[in-house]
Nanobody, 122 residues
Framework: QVQLVESGGGLVQAGGSLILSCLAS????????MGWYRQDPGKQRELVAAITSGGSTNYADSVKGRFTISRDNAKNTAYLQMNSLRPEDTAVYYCNAAVRGSIYSSRVNSYWGQGTQVTVSS
């Protein structure tokens, strides 16, 4: 099994910054893609940013130029630097990782963290 633990959420004023972290632990041979998603109550979970094991990234149009995703493969950790935050960025942010757990299987499983609340006040 693999556990993802997010941290770094909180309350910030509009225009402020936060850094989210996601630490993966457990039965990990290799982590492929990692991503950050967010969800407002009553809405679908949406992709915010994603990064491959090689460092290629993609972002939702709404966060391009403001958010930066990165990862430290040696630490099995992903980060989301969020700048110029807006009230519409308020949501629960979830980390996702695609993990290969064993050398005996090529299967890749998707795991989710428990989420961290980000609230941006106007």
């Amino acid at each position: 099994q693999v556990q993802l633990v997010e941290s770094g959420g909180g309350l910030v004023q509009a225009g402020g910054s936060l850094i989210l972290s996601c630490l993966a632990s457990g039965s990990i041979l290799r982590i492929k893609d990692m991503g950050w998603y967010r969800q407002d109550p009553g809405k679908q979970r949406e992709l915010v940013a994603a990064i491959t094991s090689g460092g290629s990234t993609n972002y939702a149009d709404s966060v391009k130029g403001r958010f930066t995703i990165s990862r430290d493969n040696a630490k099995n950790t992903a980060y989301l630097q969020m700048n110029s935050l807006r009230p519409e960025d308020t949501a629960v942010y979830y980390c996702n990782a695609a993990v290969r757990g064993s050398i005996y299987s090529s299967r890749v499983n998707s795991y989710w963290g428990q989420g961290t609340q980000v609230t941006v006040s106007s």
